[in-house]
């Protein structure tokens, strides 16, 4: 059957609320969140069921039709951008945006993959729950999408990243059939954890169509605090002193030097300094409370954070007076990647190190980088008590941004992936692989873990339809690298 042919029948199929080749419509999710890779589509596919999903697969499988998965399309690595070719087809699964079931005694949501972060957020906490993830693209953001790429956020301190929250999926799979692992079930030893296999694996062997995850008990009060520091290895030492004084309060701890505020109050409106006076690095801490036999987090933030600025730790430290100023403390640290977009052209390393090593790889390798490309400006920021940075390379100003990216550009990236890899950390923590890293993660990736994922994709998508050229490099990928 030829391409032609099965885009009749997958018109046919969805109807007009679910195919669409009208070019305009399009063009808004043809193109990565950060702008810098756009690609073609034959069609965008809506479907509204998990049997239409299967549907398209089968059609797409006989034909040979490309598909590109897409959430929010609020990813960092180009992984739901198509190429350029034009050949094949977005596969939005936003229309699948209902939550079917909230079971509060099991502290369990089933919903399916289009539902956006925010929303699950809303419906749960009626029910004196929460699901314990959190970022800044809440927004746009979806439940596929975000079980697609592993996503972290600002409380995998505490409650890891999705991997740890799913407890079941339901997913279609390269040749159409539908795998129904949904139930949460605590213990499975029927062979490989496909559930697993699909966490993270950007829609390249699996379309994932709904979830069930868990929810954790509603904050019954919590406290967010800013402090200045006078350096990474500071805020480490802290970060110590929170865990072991909150073993089981410590939800959130965030690093953001003074430059990244700056940009911050320039481009976000209303945003505010929250201690007024400029200091070279800040740290946000949230303590939360979930459980009666908890402290007051309130009382124990401004305590502990007493001591940290007698032993000369902290600099300076502001405890949010109110739910309102606490989310104005988070809105600064969740619009950095919007203000360093605002601010110019920039290189994006999503890196992470062990936890120990973090402090010492911003100190050391920043002004190396600097000096190594005159000009450029390292803005690091993020989760330091999980090891996971946001390296940024800002380019010298004035830089035709097009031509830096492709010239020195890809030898700092390089330059910055090695340096990673010798402190045994990882290019990618949170945002996965994409397009945007494939090359690098083939010419760094050891031989055993390219043959597993290899071996892997061939199996279950021997056509190669599903999000070709995402996650998995070819060995051509590795030799252009």
Not at 31 to 49: E, H, I, N, V
Not at 314 to 333: L, N, P, T
Not at 359 to 369: D, G, L, Q, T, V
Not at 373 to 393: E, K, Q, R, W
């Amino acid at each position: 059957m030829s391409h032609n042919e099965t885009l009749k029948q997958l018109q046919q199929l969805l109807g007009p609320k679910g195919f669409s080749a009208d070019p305009a419509e399009l063009a808004p999710w043809t193109t990565d969140w950060r702008g810098r890779y756009s690609g073609k589509a034959a069609a965008l596919l809506s479907p509204a069921s998990t049997e239409e999903v299967a549907a398209i697969v089968k059609l797409a499988s006989t034909s040979g039709l490309a598909l590109v998965p897409q959430g929010g399309n609020s990813g960092m690595v180009a992984g739901a951008t198509p190429d350029a070719s034009g050949t094949s087809c977005l596969l939005s699964l936003r229309r699948m945006n209902q939550i079917e079931k909230i079971d509060p005694a099991a502290r369990l949501v089933q919903c399916g993959a289009g539902v956006i972060l925010q929303n699950l957020h809303e419906a749960v906490a009626a029910h004196d729950l929460r699901f314990p993830l959190t970022l800044g693209g809440k927004g746009s953001a979806t439940i596929g999408g975000l079980v697609s790429t592993n996503a972290g956020g600002t409380q995998v301190l505490r409650h890891g990243t999705m991997r740890a929250l799913v407890a079941g999926l339901q997913a279609v799979l390269p040749d159409g059939s539908v795998f129904n692992g949904l139930t949460p079930l605590k213990k499975d030893n029927r062979g490989y954890d496909l559930k697993h296999l699909l966490i993270g694996a950007e829609g390249t062997i699996g379309i994932v169509t709904k979830a069930t995850l868990h929810l954790v008990p509603a904050l019954i009060e919590r406290s967010v605090a800013w402090a200045a520091v006078d350096s990474p290895t500071a805020a480490y030492q802290l970060l110590l002193a929170a865990n072991a004084a909150f073993p089981s309060m410590l939800e959130g701890f965030e690093i953001l030097p003074d430059t990244a505020l700056r940009h911050v109050l320039k481009h976000i409106p209303g945003t505010r300094d929250p201690l007024e006076t400029g200091y070279a690095w800040h740290v946000v801490m949230e303590l939360a409370k979930d459980s009666a036999d908890q402290e007051p987090p309130s009382n124990a933030a401004e305590q502990f954070l007493g001591k940290m600025l007698e032993k000369g730790l902290v600099r300076d430290a502001v405890v949010a007076a109110s739910e309102a100023q606490a989310e104005a403390f988070w809105k600064i640290r969740d619009s950095i990647a919007e203000a360093e977009r605002a601010e110019g052209p920039a290189l994006q390393h999503d890196i992470s190190v062990p936890v120990d090593a973090m402090a010492r790889f911003i100190e050391r390798e920043s002004p190396k980088f600097e000096a190594r490309y005159p000009g450029t400006a390292i803005i690091a920021f993020g989760h330091l008590g999980d090891g996971n940075i946001h390296f940024h390379v800002k380019a010298p100003k004035g830089i035709a941004a097009d031509a830096w990216y492709a010239d020195d550009g890809l030898r700092i990236s390089a330059d910055v992936y090695d340096r990673v890899t010798e402190y045994s950390g990882s290019i990618s923590a949170e945002h996965g692989i994409g397009k945007a890293k494939l090359a690098e993660f083939g010419r760094l990736s050891d031989p055993a873990r390219l043959w597993a994922l290899r071996a892997i994709k061939s199996a279950l998508d021997p056509q190669g339809i599903m999000n070709p050229g995402k996650l998995v490099p070819l060995a051509s990928d590795s030799a252009a690298a």
